[in-house]
């Protein structure tokens, strides 16, 4: 679906029916380029949507309710003093453009009766949102154009407002009437796509910084182990120090070989290389040397790796739960951890005494088939609050079997027997809230809450457990 022409003029049509001579009572900037009006009229509040995105600019009526800064902006504020209040005069098409001006009245502080025009200018990575006033003056708009991003038009305080070239010859057909709840498919159209786009784009630094960390953690695994796969011969070195060592008396100073019998391996022939400018000693010597240091290499590879592999795990559960948030204050989450963590340097802000429930996270919360409550955490910071402090003892937990993933929390309120139907459809919950969301078949374990112990010292989300089935499934 795309907002041309034919569904701005659709949309107009309905707006002049539900929205003019409406008072506006409330404005909101949930995004940069994005507000919201919500706006009385014959006592019933409509909540219209104007958006100047790149991808999806548009204007209609919505439902949908949006996740507003603490903070105003700028220009939220620029409206509220100019518009707040104000009456809908009109609401009108300009020619057969994507442009559409909302005339508006609206009192001074003197009092003085006043209309400003706010054109909303849909077009693609040019979309705006203008507010003129009555002589056509812009007073501001969502996104200034100086001369640096257009000689042809320049948007800015100041300059008199000047319509943008005409976009389209199209025609209204004679039988395009008015559509009742056109703004109703617009909206359910839009609302995934617009908010995958924006949360894609707000967690954009955030997955850039973690795939970053998560490739670093894979040179060190390759690294170690190619470490490790060296030091494997290690005990040949210590074998040529050893027989050096028992035929010392046959060697001569300026050797570049010697040949002996090899007492470790059934005293067959065995040639081993020497330098001619040491004495014999100080080649067993080297040897032994070579021995130990590839000997503490290999034991320090494998520690390494360890930790290397743990913690690409870890990171890889934190990319997960960026790449599947539904909300910023989700990714507030995410940011917290890793500054906690080390891999970022942000403010946390610490909570005051008395609002400790404000910080709890929100986590997901579904109701199955028989009736059993199920609740998902859906990053490591939910994770471990579900499982480690809300869940009873007698709560079934589940997770996919080795892919990063939600925690799922099945209540069984003191005990109660668990349904196979309820466990499957917990199993698919965690399932789609994982990695392998997009695969089938996906292995999910599940045990009782008491089963599962987080390790002294483990990072966030990080869990063992025992005790457990394993079922089967198509996430869900």
């Excluded at 100047?52 to 903070?71: D, F, G, M, V």
């Excluded at 579900?386 to 925690?407: P, R």
């Excluded at 309820?422 to 292995?443: C, D």
């Amino acid at each position: 679906m795309k907002f041309d022409v034919s569904v701005t003029f659709a949309v107009v049509a309905e707006l002049n029916e539900k929205l003019v001579h409406g008072k506006i009572d409330k404005i909101y900037q949930a995004e940069k380029d994005e507000i919201i009006l919500n706006i009385r009229r014959r006592g019933e509040m409509s909540r219209l949507l104007i958006s100047a995105h790149s991808q999806n600019a548009r204007i209609h009526l919505t439902t949908a309710q949006r996740e507003n800064p603490k903070t105003a902006p700028m220009f939220c504020m620029f409206l509220r003093k100019h518009l707040a209040g104000g009456r809908i005069v009109a609401i009108e098409q300009m020619g057969l453009d994507r442009v559409v001006r909302i005339d508006i009245e609206n009192y001074t502080e003197l009092g003085d009766l006043v209309q400003k025009s706010m054109y909303i200018e849909i077009m693609g990575k040019h979309s705006n949102i203008i507010i003129v006033d009555d002589a056509g003056k812009i007073l501001d708009s969502i996104r200034h154009v100086d001369f640096t991003t257009s000689s042809a038009r320049q948007v800015l305080p100041g300059l008199f407002y000047k319509p943008p070239p005409t976009q389209s010859n199209f025609a209204v057909p004679d039988n395009l009437a008015p559509q009742e709840g056109i703004s109703e498919t617009v909206d359910k159209f839009f609302a995934d796509k617009d908010f995958a786009e924006r949360m894609k784009q707000k967690s954009a630094t955030l997955v850039k910084l973690i795939t970053n960390n998560i490739k670093r953690c894979e040179k060190k695994i390759k690294l170690h182990t190619e470490n490790i796969a060296a030091a494997e011969n290690r005990d040949k070195y210590k074998v040529y120090g050893d027989l050096i060592t028992a035929n010392i008396y046959r060697i001569e100073y300026g050797m570049d070989k010697i040949s002996v019998e090899n007492y470790y391996d059934d005293n067959a022939q065995i040639e081993i290389p020497l330098k001619t400018d040491i004495s014999p000693s100080q080649n067993a010597q080297k040897y032994y040397t070579r021995y130990n240091k590839l000997k503490a290499t290999e034991k320090y590879a494998n520690e390494q790796l360890v930790m290397a592999q743990v913690e690409r795990e870890y990171l890889e559960t934190v990319l997960d739960a960026a790449l599947k948030a539904e909300s910023g204050a989700e990714l507030d989450e995410i940011r917290a951890e890793l500054a906690q963590e080390g891999y970022l340097k942000i403010a946390v802000k610490k909570q005051k005494k008395g609002n400790a429930s404000k910080a709890l996270p929100e986590l997901s919360e579904f109701t199955s088939g028989d009736g059993f409550k199920i609740l998902v955490g859906k990053n490591n910071r939910q994770n471990d609050y579900l499982t480690m402090k809300l869940a009873y003892s007698t709560d079934i937990w589940l997770h996919t079997k080795g892919i990063a993933g939600s925690h799922v929390i099945i209540r069984t309120e003191g005990g109660r027997e668990v349904p196979e139907s309820t466990i499957f459809e917990a199993a698919k919950l965690a399932a789609y809230y994982s990695r392998g969301r997009q695969s089938a078949n996906v292995a999910v374990d599940y045990t009782a809450v008491k089963n599962v112990k987080k390790p002294r010292g483990a990072k966030p989300g990080y869990v063992i457990y025992d005790n457990y089935n394993t079922v089967y499934v198509t996430p869900s």
